[in-house]
């Protein structure tokens, strides 16, 4: 029995190993598709880790970005460079690009390639909060990029100069012209053909020791962005983060005019919470915001007051001129878009408190329906002779009424005027 038992373990172990030294290399793959932000950051990171930890044969990092911010871009270069599994950054498909803070990720990597039709360059990253300077800072900013994209062109033996041109001087180069100033490593059109390329490729580890990339065959995972990342990716997107940011302010505002309403303030309380969540994660200027918050207290305030006008109008501009405040950046991927979503907000605010301005002139002007007041006007019947005081019948009920002429009764008379509980009357 003894004997069983140990001949069906070596079996079993012999078909584990077999089926264990059937298996393939594994390469891992992510897609970044946008702006460099600290979401995109750590997505990149916990796939290095998760890299790793499983051993992999090799990250590809499939990238088409206009660029991002500084500080994610270097915490993504620095664990690219401290990676125990080889990198290598694609950027594809055709029409893609690495610009900016794209620049920096794609030379750090052991392994740089790109698809035909793509281009890299423009390495300007930008910076959060960016504020005027003087020129002793931004030559201080400015050398210090510089000094860190030429230490990382440097360390993975690429061309330095065009590193420093690509800061200074914003330059960019297609593919092609890439490959031969020595910026990548390849071109290659497919995923496919790439990890074919680079199988049995020796790349230099943090180590100091070298790898060899054994992709030719390798199974390729995905791996996805949590709901977390993908969630704080979204709204880090500056169009995102201004439509929160004017749904929160709506919100409180119609909770503060209507108390008890109870879903505007909380609506609006969650989307300003979320709003400033992904404001601190942009370059974001503060006057912006005191002009927008500005605005719509003009807007709404033209209900209550009687400004004829100029508190609307000032209220349009300062809401308009806030939103083309709110994200200071020279990049155009990190400003809100003026004409698919700044224009139609601003134009549906205006429209809608003058919508709400004009209803509430209408309710003023119009007569009154109930109450003494809206006796005025009415039609009743005289119940006794008015000569000229008597009683009509007014809705059913019997009114003390005093008429300007003798009238009979079951004549026709109308209210011109209420007076305590009698009503003055002019006969019909």
Excluded at 329 to 350: E, G, H, K, M, T
Aim: hydrophobic fraction near 50%.
């Amino acid at each position: 029995m003894t004997r069983r038992i140990v001949a069906f373990v070596v079996i079993l172990w012999a078909s584990l190993w077999a089926v264990a030294a059937e298996t393939g290399p594994v390469v891992y793959q992510i897609n970044i598709d946008g702006i460099i932000n600290p979401a995109s950051a750590g997505f990149i990171v916990d796939s290095i880790r998760e890299a790793e930890e499983r051993e992999a044969a090799c990250l590809v990092i499939h990238m088409d970005t206009p660029g991002g911010l500084m500080e994610s871009m270097r915490t993504i270069v620095k664990r690219i460079l401290s990676s125990q599994v080889p990198i290598a950054v694609y950027v594809a498909p055709s029409g893609s690009r690495a610009g900016s803070a794209g620049v920096f990720i794609t030379l750090a990597a052991h392994v740089a390639a790109m698809a035909p039709g793509t281009n890299i360059g423009a390495a300007t990253p930008v910076q959060m909060g960016e504020q005027k300077m003087s020129e002793e800072m931004q030559a201080k900013i400015m050398n210090d990029t510089v000094a860190f994209i030429k230490t990382i062109a440097k360390q993975r033996g690429r061309n330095v100069e065009w590193a420093e041109e690509a800061v200074r001087e914003g330059v960019s180069a297609t593919d092609e012209e890439a490959l031969k100033l020595g910026i990548i490593d390849m071109v290659v059109p497919s995923m496919g053909d790439l990890l074919a390329k680079i199988d049995g490729l020796k790349v230099a580890m943090s180590s100091g020791e070298e790898a060899t990339l054994r992709t030719a065959g390798a199974e390729v995972t995905t791996l996805q962005m949590s709901f977390r990342e993908r969630f704080l990716d979204l709204i880090s997107n500056p169009n995102i983060a201004y439509i929160l940011l004017m749904l929160g302010i709506y919100g409180l505002f119609f909770e503060l005019y209507n108390p008890g309403a109870i879903i505007p303030g909380v609506v609006g309380g969650i989307c300003l919470i979320l709003a400033f969540f992904a404001l601190q994660m942009l370059p974001i200027n503060y006057a912006g915001v005191a002009l927008i918050v500005l605005g719509i207290i003009m807007l709404v305030a033209e209900i209550k007051i009687t400004s004829y006008g100029v508190l609307s109008i000032g209220g349009v501009i300062a809401l308009l001129l806030g939103s083309i405040m709110l994200i200071d950046s020279p990049a155009d991927y990190l400003r809100i878009s003026f004409w698919n979503l700044i224009l139609p907000v601003v134009l549906v605010s205006a429209g809608f408190f003058l919508l709400a301005l004009t209803l509430v002139v209408r309710t003023h002007r119009r007569r009154p329906t109930t109450g003494r007041e809206g006796l005025v006007g009415e039609i009743g019947v005289a119940h006794t002779d008015l000569r000229p005081s008597g009683l009509i019948e007014l809705h059913g009920e019997l009114w003390n009424a005093e008429a300007d002429q003798a009238v009979k009764s079951g004549g026709r008379v109308q209210v011109v005027a209420v007076d305590g509980m009698h009503v003055k009357v002019t006969k019909l």
